[in-house]
């Protein structure tokens, strides 16, 4: 993945920057929601960062804006963390964009950010606005938002998790409508903005050199993987499965469990493959379903699929009422992985400290670092072989000719035919397996 046209600069010879004041630093996290999943898990663990680093009378204030969705977060939060003030600020044009719920003007956006932070107490001139995944398209107006509070002074660090130029074609499509239909050389200008002020943070090297190629200054591009919490001992196994035997699980088999919100890119048809292949000698869960609308249907579709082949499956696991998350893991005999994108890779290092094998599907490009670090993931493959005799080979040349071509246009590369798909199938058959 690359961006393939440079970033761009903010004109800031219309306004100057907001001098800094004498009052306490401040920072204002931005992201769409605030739900259970890996973003918010990163905005709590920093949360606990800052506090176990904040050593001065006054608290430490920090905003959280977000639309106002916060399934799962810590509510107890604020308990836990008496030298950081905790300022939750709703603001609903920061949700994902919907066709019933279309992105707002991006200097009402910019407004609202703006007369929130203020409403708050927050002075500009005191203020970091750390806003996550801006880039990503689902909030057309954030980026231009962003673009104008920078304009306006303010000060930002956009930490990038993941890409819409990381195959998320319609991300990028919808992005380039809305911000750049006639001209889409302009993109990534409007994505990532340049200035003295606005500095960014990546989770990996990978990441780190993505942008640097594409023109983010050096001095302004921070390596900033995220925070992983040592979870505490986990509760005893056998009374864990003895209750969850209510929900399907069978006590005598192994289980193997992947704690995932079933995005698309979570990729859970292998989950469901690995189920199959193991259908007489073990169980695997997945914990959450998906939240935006989007990605619902094939998540329902893979359920109905596991359910009519009578699959030893069980779903949304991280939901049940009196079953807490160490619990599940706890019940767990290894933590499984199928996904085929990640930003940073969070499992393949919480598995090690729940005291858990990860197994399942690995992602060198993001795992290379981890095992330069000494991190040991002998228990995943980069390839999983499917015997070309038992798939109908014509339909899957076509189906996968039809999904490069459907994600290329969207990306506005150029189309492939028939006979450029012949050059690329050796590369992709080995020892008559795709």
Same mark, same amino acid.
């Given at each position: ?15 100057? $920057?907001?001098?800094?004041?004498? #009052? ?11 739900? +259970? ?57 920061? *949700? ?21 932070? +203020? ?35 303010? +000060? ?52 780190? *050199?993505?942008?640097?190629? =594409? ?12 925070? #992983? ?32 919100? =079933? ?9 469901? $493959? ?66 085929? *994108? ?16 990860? #197994? ?36 899957? +040349? ?24 012949? =050059? ?11």
């Amino acid at each position: 993945m690359t961006l393939r046209r440079r970033c761009g600069t903010v004109d800031l010879a219309a306004s100057a $920057l907001v001098p800094r004041t004498a #009052v306490s630093m401040q920072i204002a996290i931005v992201h769409y929601h605030l739900n +259970r999943g890996g973003v918010a898990r990163v905005i709590e663990n920093h949360l606990r960062a800052l506090a176990a680093i904040w050593h001065y009378p006054r608290p430490l204030d920090v905003a959280l804006l977000f639309c106002g969705d916060k399934q799962g977060w810590p509510e107890r939060l604020q308990e836990e963390l008496p030298n950081v003030r905790l300022h939750e600020c709703p603001l609903s044009g920061l *949700a994902y964009d919907t066709p019933e719920r279309p992105a707002p003007p991006a200097a009402q956006l910019a407004d609202d950010i703006e007369t929130a932070l +203020r409403r708050t107490g927050f002075s500009p001139g005191s203020t970091l606005l750390h806003v996550h995944n801006h880039n990503l398209g689902k909030n057309a107006a954030l980026p231009l938002a962003l673009r104008e509070l920078a304009h306006r002074g303010l +000060r930002l660090l956009l930490q990038i998790h993941d890409f819409a130029e990381d195959f998320r074609p319609a991300n990028y499509a919808y992005l380039l409508q809305r911000l750049a239909p006639d001209s889409p050389d302009a993109l990534p200008c409007l994505l990532y903005p340049q200035a003295s002020h606005i500095h960014y943070a990546v989770l990996n090297g990978r990441d780190h *050199a993505i942008l640097s190629e =594409a023109g983010v200054a050096d001095e302004h591009l921070h390596a900033l993987p995220n925070p #992983v919490t040592v979870p505490g001992q986990l509760p005893a196994r056998e009374p864990v499965r003895k209750r969850l035997a209510a929900v399907g699980l069978d006590p005598s088999r192994r289980f193997f469990v992947y704690p995932v919100r =079933a995005i698309r890119r979570k990729n859970l048809g292998e989950a469901v $493959l690995w189920a199959a292949l193991l259908r007489d000698t073990a169980q695997v869960g997945n914990t959450l379903p998906p939240l935006n609308p989007v990605e619902l249907p094939q998540y329902q579709q893979w359920r109905r699929l596991g359910l009519a082949l009578k699959l030893p499956l069980l779903f949304e696991l991280g939901q049940l009422q009196d079953v807490t998350f160490p619990e599940v893991i706890a019940a767990a005999d290894a933590v499984l992985t199928t996904s085929v *994108a990640e930003g940073f890779g969070m499992v393949f290092l919480e598995t090690w400290l729940m005291g858990r094998p990860l #197994v399942g599907r690995d992602l060198p490009e993001i795992t290379a670092e981890f095992r330069d670090s000494g991190i040991q993931l002998n228990g995943l493959y980069d390839r999983l072989q499917i015997p070309l005799e038992l798939i109908d080979v014509d339909r899957f +040349r076509q189906d996968l000719l039809d999904a490069y071509n459907l994600a290329a246009l969207e990306y506005g590369r150029e189309l492939l035919g028939p006979d450029d798909l012949d =050059a690329a199938m050796p590369r992709l058959v080995r020892d008559g397996c795709v």
